[in-house]
């Protein structure tokens, strides 16, 4: 059965794609969790226009999170954390916490995909975090200071 794909879906294809597969699990499966609908002619003339209007958005998209990024190079990011008399934190930093407190001090949106972080943050510091995406870089200080 030839279906639409409404979302990304493992091992199957991406959004917007027209994929052929068993008549079970699309009728089982995809179309009634809404990741796929069955592709009739009405239907992948429909497509056409939602694939050009996702792929202005994304572009869109794309060049905020540029903007975004060069607006937080080299600026300085805190975060309050609980923590012992060691600096040691009683709850790692990780990259949750980097977005909230990107959103709260900045203003920005960043997405967890674009934040280089290894590990989470488990001491009081100063670290250098970097930030990707599209090939663009750019790295800002993150201070974590106790909860007096």
Known sequence: MKVILLENVAKIGKKYEIKNVADGH???????RGLAKVATAGAVKDLET???NFEEKSKTEQEELINSIKALKDSTINIIAKMNDEGVLFAGIDKKEIINAIRDQKAIEINPENIILEKPIKEASEKTIKITANGNSAE?????VSEE
């Open 26 to 32: 699309a009728l089982n499966f995809l179309i009634p």
């Open 50 to 52: 939602a694939k050009e």
């Open 140 to 144: 800002f200080k993150l201070n974590i």
